[in-house]
Structure formats: C-alpha cells, structure tokens
C-alpha cells in the first residue's frame, strides 16, 4: 500500500510494508524541485535515517531498474550534442 500527498514544496510518498511476517518500517520518499529524500526509521538506533538523492541520481536509478548486470552511464539530452 501507498500514499501520496502534495504538500507545499513537495510530493511526499509513503510505502507501507504490508504483509504478515517480517515488516519493515515505513518508507517516506518526498520530492523536491533539486532532490530526493527516502526516510525510514531504523528501530535498531531508534533514529529516522534518510537518503538524499540528486535528480541526476534518481534519473539513473529509474534507468537502473530497466537493465541488465553491468556498468552504464546515462547520455542527458543537453550531453547528446
């Protein structure tokens, strides 16, 4: 399951671990104009950890999820030329 809710400033997305055996907290992802930040609370160190994620970063992980095992580098439209 999942929510997605439009705040001022971002697109904030929470994935909700459902199932009946070994659940992992919720994961919050919120979207900026410049950046992407993932968050889920770590029961281990009883702390939120987040991931921040450049644009850049986040355009080669949606490529990442589509291809093979190997090394790539992704050619931006402004790089084609």
């Keep these: 399951m999942f929510t997605i809710e439009h705040d001022f400033d971002a697109?904030?997305?929470?994935?909700?671990?459902?199932g009946s055996t070994h659940l992992k907290e919720d994961v919050i992802i919120?979207?900026?104009?410049?950046?992407?930040?993932i968050e889920q609370?770590?029961?281990?160190?009883d702390s939120m950890v987040r991931i921040t994620l450049s644009m850049s970063q986040l355009q080669d992980?949606?490529?990442a999820l589509d291809l093979p095992e190997g090394v790539y580098r992704l050619r931006r439209e402004k790089d084609a030329d």
Excluded: K, P, Q, W
Excluded at 11 to 18: A, G, M, P, Y
Excluded at 30 to 37: L, P
Excluded at 41 to 45: I, W
């Design 11 to 18: 697109t904030v997305v929470t994935l909700v671990d459902e």
């Design 30 to 37: 919120n979207a900026f104009d410049d950046c992407i930040t």
């Design 41 to 45: 609370f770590d029961a281990r160190s």
């Design 61 to 63: 992980l949606g490529a």
